[in-house]
């Protein structure tokens, strides 16, 4: 069973920024695509973004713009780069190798004054 481990939340005013990060372990990234996701109290899981190469990027229309997924195969690792964050990003943010059931424990981002 592969293992993403997530790291890199906090609590941050609106506005700044915060960058996530997913360490993958048993699994090798760059035959996957990788994705965030994030699920706010009280709403379902959404899509964020996804990538699997620097040619095939995604990202969900309300964080068009302000975040940025990348890889490091030779880390294994994928990065959020979060900026101009709103109250609204506030959630709960997962690793995920898309279209699999393997998910990290997730991270706490609060975006608030």
């Known amino acids: 069973q592969p293992q993403l481990v997530e790291s890199g939340g906090g609590l941050v005013q609106p506005g700044g920024s915060l960058t996530l990060t997913c360490v993958a372990s048993k699994i090798v990234i760059k035959f996957y695509e990788m994705g965030w996701y994030r699920q706010a109290p009280g709403k379902q899981r959404e899509f964020v973004a996804s990538?699997?190469?620097?040619?095939?990027?995604h990202y969900a229309d309300s964080v068009k713009g302000r975040f940025t997924i990348s890889i490091d195969t030779d880390q294994n690792t994928v990065y959020l780069q979060m900026n101009s964050l709103k109250p609204e990003d506030t959630a709960v943010y997962y690793c995920?190798?898309?279209?699999?059931?393997?998910w990290g424990q997730g991270t706490q981002v609060t975006v608030s004054s």
């Open positions: 995920n190798v898309l279209r699999t059931d393997w």
């Open positions: 990538v699997i190469s620097e040619s095939s990027i």
